[in-house]
């Protein structure tokens, strides 16, 4: 829990290898409950998810977050996630990311695993800036935006950022840029690594990956 503060008793329990109620019970002990978040309100009607993850690497999804160094300074980050396997593919981090940093990462991140099918993102600037819409078109890479104003449509990567935020950003206190690229890219590998996911059955981003890549060369 010193080490791990924003995680609840079943994470820690899936971590330790113990038993949820042995770990609930000393828990509940020592007071280390975490407090219960605010209900989100229910929204009305459908969603559009098109076109869904059916395998890894078949759609990929980013978006940007901002925080700000000890100083004030501005931190932008790029997050890329593979939908099917939630693996967290890069963290950029930059004083200020354009569409020429969009492409960069996006065409580094591609020589290492190949193309996606589609790329899921908001209808931000640098997503649908001319240069990135043309070079994704080169690579046969289909865009997929969602709706403006509809973030629910982006869900795994909204999801991400939250757990970003809380478990890394929140908790750090970044003197320099260099400092934070190397303690954001720490947490991204005990991201994907190390902490157990629960909507892939507790095991971790990368152990989901390699079970459904040995269930395909079966």
């Known amino acids: 829990s010193g080490r791990y ?6 994470r820690i329990a899936v971590m330790t290898r113990q038993s949820s109620g042995r770990v609930w019970r000393l828990w509940s002990r020592l007071g280390l409950n975490l407090p219960r978040r605010r209900a989100r309100r229910r929204r009305c009607g459908t969603d559009m998810r098109i076109p869904g993850a059916t395998r890894p690497n078949s759609v990929w999804t980013y978006d940007f977050v901002h925080d700000r160094l000890a100083n004030g300074n501005a931190l932008k980050m790029l997050c890329v ?13 930059g004083k200020s990311l354009r569409n020429q940093d969009v492409i960069l990462t996006l065409s580094r991140l591609m020589r290492i695993y190949g193309k996606p099918t589609f790329i899921r993102s908001d209808n931000g600037g640098e997503f649908t ?5 043309k070079w994704l078109r080169d690579q046969n890479v289909g865009p997929a935006y969602i709706k403006p104003g509809s973030p629910w449509q982006n869900g795994f990567v909204e999801s991400f950022n939250g757990k970003l935020r809380d478990e890394c950003l929140n908790r750090e206190w970044f003197l320099t840029r260099q400092e934070a690229k190397i303690l954001i890219e720490k947490w991204r590998q005990f991201y994907n690594n190390e ?3 629960s909507a892939l059955g507790n095991r971790t981003p990368a152990e989901a990956g390699l079970q459904r890549l040995q269930n395909q060369n079966a």
């Open 195 to 197: 902490r157990p996911h």
């Open 129 to 133: 800036a001319t240069a990135v819409m």
């Open 5 to 10: 503060p924003r995680f609840g008793y079943r």
């Open 81 to 93: 996630l593979d939908e099917h396997t939630r693996e967290c593919l890069a963290i950029e981090v």
